[in-house]
């Protein structure tokens, strides 16, 4: 399924690619309005050029990366997450504090602080 077309997958990366070149010239010192110029035009020639083959690629990367990086993610930080509140007994939820009733039951604040939040 191909949620959009190979020419306008080709025209992201060219805009990606011409983010990428602007952040590091001019984190270089080497940025000109000229290369910059010249650089977009080449990357969205090139992209245009090979767009079919392009997007087959992204789709491919897409499929990949998507399942190794959420993985990583839903393990190593997810998780990790779940672990330590357990370990440390949050209830972030509060499901155990108040089995009988939704409400929750706060401390009665002062009359000053009322008016005064901020």
Known sequence: ME???PRFKGFTV???FSLWFFVITSAIGIF???LFVIF???AL?????FALKLSIGLDIFAVANTKVFLGIL????LSMYGIVFKFLRIDLLRLKKQPDTYWLYI???KQEQIFKQY
């Open 32 to 34: 000109s309005l000229e």
């Open 3 to 5: 949620l959009s077309s």
């Open 14 to 16: 060219s805009a990606g």
């Open 40 to 42: 977009i035009v080449c």
């Open 107 to 109: 401390e009665k604040s």
């Open 45 to 49: 020639v090139v992209t245009q050029i």
């Open 74 to 77: 839903f393990i190593f930080v």
